[in-house]
Every structure is written in C-alpha cells, then in structure tokens.
C-alpha cells in the first residue's frame, strides 16, 4: 500500500453524486429517472448564455486568463452584487472560480488546522463538514432547527463560538432544508459577532434568488461592519443552470484585518486550477447582462 497522508482518509464524500452516476446508469439501461438527488436546476442554461460561450470559442478565446479571472467577468459579478444586495463591492475582492465549492475548498483550508474550530451549519452541505475534518479542524455544528424556520439561530449560533473558533460557516437560503435567515436574525448574529473579531466568516449565498412564499434573502455583505473578514460564496450553478460549466465567485474581504486573504486564495488557483475557462467566462457575463 502506498503511504498517503492521514488527512484523505478523513475526506467525505457528496452522496448526491453517487445517486447521480447510479440514477445515469439505469437512465442508459433505458429507464425513466427522475433524479431528485442533485441540486441541478430543471431548465437548461438559456440559449443567449449558451451561444456567449460559442462565440467566444469562435472569437479565438481559447488560452489562459487571469487566475482571479476576467476583469469583464469580476465586473459583471460587482454589477450583479449591486443589483441583488445594493452593495457596491470592488472588482478587486471578486474572485472567479470553477464552481461555487472551491471557495468553500480555499477559505476552509486557509483557517482550519488541528486544535481550531469551524462552525458549520447541520443539516447542511455535506463538503463543509468533509473538508473541515481534511484540514484536521474540529467541525462544530451548528444545529438548524423547524422551530427557527428551518434556518440557523444568532443565539445558538453565537453560544458555539469559542476561542479556538476560526471561522463561521452561514448557508441562508440554506441547503438542504431552504430555510431563509431573516435579516432581524443575521442583524443580531452581526451584533453579537463584535464581540468576537477574530472570527471570519464564509457566507454561502448560493440560492439567494431561489426564495419562495414571500421570504427575502438578506446578504451578510449588508453588514459593513464584517467587510473585513467576510467571504461570500455564489456564483452561477443554481441561478442560470449552469451546475456543469463549473463557475463561481466569492467575494473577499477588503480592509487591513482581511484584504491580504485575496492573493492567498489568487495562489491557491495558480497551483491548482490555474484559471477558469474562457468561454465559461464570456457565458457567465452574458447570464448576468
Ligand atoms: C449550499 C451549496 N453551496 C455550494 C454548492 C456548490 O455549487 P457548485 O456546483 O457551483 O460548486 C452547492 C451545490 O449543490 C450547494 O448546495
């Protein structure tokens, strides 16, 4: 047996992907399958943002482009960002990526490490837990009850911090169960985080269109007071069902205490996805004009 380091044996796994390829399987055998498994969007990526991607194949747009990725694409997401929060952020804290799950990937292994703590929302995505235990951080859940509307609580969830914690991991529109925080709620956990300023957090905002029965998403970048160490997750998987395109952006936070984390995350892509696709790029500025 080949030596591997301990950490790969503590990494979990996505069930939703094992449904998917068993679910693949018997729709090849030539059943009928409906997949209820994945969080894939049932429409297909609109036909304007599909032929984006082809003209900018057909434009010659084949090569490399920057790690932190296009300035054309990190503007469209700063003009998006004010169209959904109101919020004007910088295209220098917009980071593209391939999927929404490698910022979650970057901003997990920047803070854990044996003896720190991660918050993490239960039920929840299953990646946060698995990659927290890769990183040897003790994951911490937190608990998302029915009688909170099925979303996180700032008490429980302020009650759970201690001084190892590192970083708080929120998921509102929440996966699995769609809970929505109430900006009442986050306004509360905000105020309660000043008491602890060396927590960062990484806010996966992901659904925050896909809010149903008159609720309202409330981004955490509404909260100028955690700029500094804020990470928002989303990108274009769920919105315009482009789950297999593999893009992303998160938001990094700006100031003294937390704009340094950019370059490290901008590293991070250079030894390892390097960039993300061009045409990807294009389609994604398209989805969002
Ligand atoms: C809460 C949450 N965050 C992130 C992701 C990852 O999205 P992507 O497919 O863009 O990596 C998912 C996908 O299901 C999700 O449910």
Not at 1 to 25: K, P, Q, S
Not at 174 to 198: F, M, Q, S, Y
């Amino acid at each position: 047996m080949l030596h591997t380091i301990a950490a790969f044996d503590r990494l979990g796994e996505e069930n939703a992907f094992a449904v998917l390829a068993r679910a693949t399987t018997l729709a090849h055998q030539g059943r009928d399958i409906i997949n209820l498994g994945i969080g894939q969007p049932d429409f297909k990526t609109p036909q304007h943002i599909v032929e984006a991607a082809i003209k900018a194949l057909r434009d010659g747009h084949h090569g490399y482009t920057p790690a932190n990725g296009l300035l054309a694409t990190r503007e469209a997401v700063v003009r998006r960002t004010l169209t959904t929060t109101g919020v004007e952020v910088s295209p220098e804290s917009v980071m593209i990526l391939p999927g929404g799950k490698p910022t979650m990937f970057a901003a997990i292994l920047m803070f854990g490490e044996p003896g720190a703590e991660i918050l993490y929302p239960d039920p929840g995505f299953p990646i946060y837990r698995s990659m927290i235990e890769f990183t040897g951080a003790a994951p911490i859940p937190v608990p998302i009850r029915e009688e909170n509307g099925f979303a996180f609580s700032a008490e429980e969830t302020l009650a759970l911090i201690t001084p190892k914690t590192r970083l708080l991991i929120l998921n509102s529109p929440a996966n699995p169960t769609g809970g929505v925080t109430a900006r009442d709620e986050i306004a509360k956990l905000v105020k309660g985080l000043e008491k602890h300023p060396e927590v960062a957090i990484l806010s996966d905002e992901i659904y925050d269109v896909m809010t149903y029965d008159g609720e309202t998403h409330c981004s955490l970048l509404n909260f100028p007071e955690l700029r500094d160490r804020l990470i928002v997750l989303n990108g274009w998987s769920k919105t315009w069902a482009m789950t297999g395109w593999r893009m992303g952006w998160s938001i990094w936070p700006n100031g003294e205490k937390g704009a340094y984390l950019y370059d490290k995350v901008r590293k991070l892509a250079v030894n390892c996805w390097s960039c993300v696709n061009a045409p990807s790029q294009y389609a994604g500025i398209a989805a969002i004009d």
